[in-house]
């Protein structure tokens, strides 16, 4: 069974950085290209970030660019996602999801992935 599970959320102040982390199983993760996506209260999910399978293309959401970088590491079944400068309207859950990588195209698309994680609080006060 395919599972994506994240970690690093937490608090931090306007300004802060925090790392997330994806890690995977049950697949061969460099057939598959990642992104990250959140929920911000009462809103729609977003999408973030994503990278190809081999970490040769990556994609940003204008809002975060500049600010966070999504990476992967194909040798520890993970995907990452640096965020610095951290806002308060960078504030919600953070879910890492997984799409076959010779079918990636709408990276930005939610109904794009296969699977995804349970997700991970992200707090930015003020």
């Known amino acids: 069974q395919v599972q994506l599970v994240e970690s690093g959320g937490g608090l931090v102040q306007a300004g802060g950085s925090l790392r997330l982390s994806c890690a995977a199983s049950?697949?061969?993760?460099?057939?598959?290209?990642m992104a990250w996506f959140r929920r911000a209260p009462g809103k729609e999910r977003e999408f973030v970030a994503a990278?190809?399978?081999?970490?040769?293309?990556?994609h940003y959401a204008d809002s975060v660019k500049g600010r966070f970088t999504v990476a992967r590491d194909n040798a520890k079944n993970t995907v990452y996602l640096q965020m610095n400068s951290l806002k308060p309207e960078d504030t919600g859950v953070y879910y890492c999801?997984?799409?076959?990588?010779?079918?990636?195209?709408?990276?930005?698309?939610?109904?794009?992935?296969?699977?995804w994680g349970q997700g991970t609080q992200v707090t930015v006060s003020s």
């Open positions: 049950a697949l061969t993760f460099s057939n598959y290209a």
């Open positions: 990278i190809s399978w081999n970490g040769g293309s990556t």
């Open positions: 999801a997984a799409d076959w990588a010779a079918a990636w195209r709408r990276y930005w698309g939610p109904n794009e992935y296969d699977y």
